[in-house]
């Protein structure tokens, strides 16, 4: 869009740069505060970052932005004009376009369709005008520079073909500000890379583009701007190139970040699971390692390296051609994931950690259920003595402060509820967790209560794989660094004596 | 194989289109009284009214929801319309459009029950349907209406069509021009497909929706006035019960339950499918029992089909991930 030239002109202060003003905004559900007095500006064509963990507002701002919700105090100013809320469609008139998580495409339409779908709502009667759906979709599709298949159905497309649909249909919108809400959650890393690439073509095109996130990563590396929320308040506003990760960490947790792990192991123990000449063809080949009691091991390398295929070899979903597994000194065959688990070998995927628990039930439920079979009695039907028995001894020995096991989990703190999903997996007596990918998606809070659990299993003797993305996260969370490339160990690192860079370097050798 | 033959031979209703020859050739080998002009225009002509009802069906689908009391408000319809026709007297034009105000009314009461509730669609009309069919047999005691007026019970073909072929025909050429060619279709078409979307989309729901159900009451308010037509006389609890055959035939059309997919080309097939083959079965001497278990096999098939194609694509995805 064009900046008004009466604003241009004398435009040295924020509020006359601004192309949107929130000022002020504050919204209460009920006895809850999800904004108190919130300011966020937003300036032509600019890349502005929201940044804020879970449940800090982000959302309440962008849904009172989007006319969705009305703030309960402040004011918004669009265009030089002062609203004290906005309706979805004066939202939509100005320009503003919101492109939720879920993308709101029709997976059953066309893309073209779907990028020009206003045609339908907005001309109901009258024929509908193919030609002019297609000309417009191809008009948006050359704008923004990409090419998609104009007649495929949007179901079967990748997700990130749908986001730039997605971000097409904005452009149709007339879009003078595009909301991206966690635009990046199911992409890998390559597909992101596009993504940001389409966001700077649209700050060529005068749009501005707001980024929803948590994650730190790409706020980085796209942002000009950086607003931080905390717990419904404004931390700040800042430069995108005046702050880092770690800073960026501290603001928007309020506390510092630093290595949370503290559990040890002997090394005099002997390992619990070797692995020889392991070998999968087309996954991984010739791997060998050993993991001993309480050892955490953290296994990186890009995705496609191997290092998922080898974890589930382990858990006996992906049977090896070749090579020698041994637990406990014993070799084993693990043909199915049943075998797996006998032998007391967990494995735990993406953020199954962080969101184990179902909250509306009681702490009991979620401490045993993964171990329902256990505690069944002569007609398959749970023996409620051995239930107690189970759940109060986890409650006594991990200290979780609860009036009675049957009150819902959700009643219960942060810090006991991370205390209740240890004791779930506890409770199925693992010796052995394969965790891929913990934290994935998880925002930044979470994560370090993921790391905190991480460490109270391995403080118990449990051995731990740990298999991430993430450079930082291996380099404080484990003791011992393994690095897959195209399915062999390339290196193995000491995290005390290797540097980020060091271990960037051997990831993408 | 040519790459285009693998992809239409990939294609729904070109499936459809080639078992529909398969079992038409191998019924005509067993029974030569099959390929007939005369029994092919007898089977369309009874299965037009199973036709009007399915493209009234087809719609309700296609937006997400299902309409199980469709049947229920022909019934009804058809007393009314014949009890106004039997004491004033009327035309066609009349009765169809008396027929399509009280079947369309009857639809909107379903839709507005569906989206002022917040209830299941099936739930909804499941008891609509045991509601209105309870109201007629209490109404009418279960006494039919003989004394329709001449003009109404003859016959009348057109270039030797028969007329329920020619309304059938008309229900079918409106179906396909409002779901390709207006705007309203297009939306129904994308409320089926991601009813959050067509909300923040703009779309007015519940006007779609009493717009979806009220077209599946309208159309089978017109098949109840042709299936009086064609039998002669309004038997409350004659179209009772046969739901399910035209739900059938329109999800072996490719029709989703899960909403937002189907074609009236499809519908089409869907019916000629399950025509050839009971008809085929009636010629052969099999017992007319046993077509509901071809129905039941046919929704069963379908739907296990679609949930398998998904779970399919899920494995697809996940190996993907992997």
Redesign the interface.
């Known amino acids: 869009m064009i900046v008004p030239r009466e604003l241009a002109e004398h435009g040295q202060s924020e509020a006359a740069r601004a192309f949107i003003e929130m000022l002020g905004i504050s919204k209460r559900f009920g006895g809850v505060r999800a904004l108190s007095n919130v300011d966020f500006t937003i300036r032509p064509a600019e890349i502005h970052c929201l940044a804020g963990e879970n449940g800090c507002g982000k959302s309440t701002l962008i849904k009172i932005l989007a006319g969705v919700y009305a703030p309960d105090d402040g004011k918004i100013i669009l265009d030089q004009q002062a609203h004290s809320h906005l309706s979805?469609?004066a939202s939509q008139r100005a320009g503003i376009q919101i492109i939720?998580q879920?993308l709101?495409?029709?997976?059953?339409?066309s893309v073209a369709?779907n990028i020009a779908?206003?045609?339908?709502?907005e001309?109901?009667?009258?024929?509908?005008r193919w030609r002019e759906i297609v000309r417009q979709a191809r008009e948006v599709m050359s704008r923004l520079g990409v090419d998609l298949p104009l007649e495929e159905v949007v179901g079967r497309l990748p997700i990130a073909t749908r986001q730039l649909v997605a971000i097409c249909r904005a452009l149709a919108a007339e879009a003078r500000l595009v909301v991206m809400d966690e635009p990046t959650a199911s992409l890998t890393h390559h597909e992101i890379d596009a993504l940001l690439e389409t966001v700077h073509g649209l700050k060529t095109h005068g749009i501005a583009t707001v980024f929803v996130s948590h994650k730190l990563e790409e706020v980085m590396r796209i942002a000009e701007r950086v607003t931080v929320l905390r717990d419904g308040n404004k931390v700040g506003t800042y430069p995108a190139r005046e702050i880092n990760r770690y800073r960026l960490t501290e603001l928007m947790t309020g506390q510092k970040f630093e290595s949370s792990l503290h559990s040890t192991f002997s090394s005099e123990v002997a390992p619990i699971l070797e692995i020889h000449g392991l070998t999968r063809r087309g996954h991984y080949e010739e791997v060998d390692l050993s993991l001993r009691p309480g050892e955490i091991l953290g296994i990186t390398g890009r995705l496609g390296s191997g290092r998922?295929?080898l974890a589930?070899s382990l858990f006996g979903m992906n049977p090896p051609d070749a090579g020698e597994i041994r637990i406990s000194g014993k070799p084993v065959l693990l043909r199915t994931n049943r075998v797996a688990i006998r032998h007391g070998i967990g494995y735990v995927s993406e953020d199954r950690l962080s969101l184990g628990l179902v909250m509306p039930q009681s702490i009991a439920d979620n401490i045993v259920v993964s171990v329902l079979r256990k505690l069944t009695g002569a007609l398959g039907l749970i023996d409620s003595g051995r239930r107690r028995k189970t759940v109060s001894r986890w409650i006594d020995e991990l200290h979780v402060k609860t009036r009675a096991p049957d009150r819902p989990v959700q009643e219960l703190s942060g810090g006991n509820q991370q205390r209740v999903v240890l004791a779930k997996w506890l409770a199925t007596d693992p010796r052995i967790l394969i965790l891929d990918s913990p934290t994935v998606g998880v925002d930044v809070g979470a994560k370090v209560g993921i790391y905190q659990i991480v460490d109270a299993l391995a403080a118990r003797g449990i051995a731990i794989i740990f298999i991430t993305d993430e450079v930082e996260e291996v380099l404080h969370q484990t003791h011992r660094i393994l690095v897959m490339l195209s399915g062999r160990i390339t290196a193995t690192f000491d995290p005390a004596k290797v540097t980020e860079q060091e271990l960037r370097e051997a990831i993408s050798a | 194989m040519p790459k285009y033959l693998s992809a239409a031979l990939r294609r729904h209703d070109i499936q459809i289109g080639i078992i529909i020859a398969v079992m038409a050739t191998f019924f005509s080998t067993l029974s030569p009284g099959f390929l007939t002009l005369g029994n092919l225009m007898d089977l369309l002509e009874n299965y037009s009214v199973m036709a009007i009802m399915a493209t009234g069906l087809l719609v309700v689908l296609i937006s997400g929801g299902i309409d199980i009391s469709f049947e229920a408000i022909a019934a009804v319809s058809q007393f009314l319309v014949a009890t106004i026709l039997v004491r004033f007297g009327g035309n066609w034009l009349s009765a169809f459009a008396l027929a399509g105000l009280f079947g369309g009314l009857l639809g909107v009461v379903n839709a507005l029950l569906i989206y002022y509730l917040g209830a299941i669609s099936v739930i909804v009309t499941i008891s609509t349907m045991t509601f209105y069919f309870s109201i007629l047999m209490f109404v009418t005691q279960g006494r039919s209406i003989y004394d329709l007026p001449n003009w109404f019970t003859s016959n009348i073909s057109f270039l030797s069509i028969p007329f329920p072929v020619m309304v059938a025909a008309i229900a079918l050429l409106l179906t396909l021009f409002l779901l390709?060619?207006?705007?309203?279709?297009?939306?129904i078409?994308?409320l089926?497909?991601?009813p959050?979307?067509?909300k923040?989309?703009?779309?007015n729901i519940v006007g779609l929706q009493c717009f979806a159900y009220g077209y599946s009451g309208f159309m089978a308010a017109i098949a109840g006035i042709v299936q009086a037509h064609r039998v002669e006389e309004v038997v409350p609890y004659a179209l009772i019960g046969r739901e399910l055959d035209v739900l059938a035939a329109v999800v072996l059309g490719g029709a989703s339950l899960s909403g937002?997919?189907g074609t009236v080309s499809g519908t089409v097939l869907g019916i000629l499918l399950l025509a050839v083959l009971q008809n085929g079965l009636t010629l052969l001497g099999v017992s007319s029992y046993s077509f509901g278990l071809v129905t039941g096999l046919v929704i069963l098939v379908s739907v296990t089909a679609t949930a398998y194609a998904a779970k399919r694509q899920r494995m697809r995805s996940v190996r993907h991930a992997?």
């Open positions: 979805p469609a939720y879920d709101s495409l029709f997976p059953n339409l369709e779908f206003r045609h339908h709502v001309t109901p009667v009258r024929l509908v998922t295929e589930l | 390709s060619q207006l705007p309203i279709g297009r939306q078409y994308g089926g497909g991601n959050e979307a067509a923040r989309m703009g779309c937002g997919i992997i």
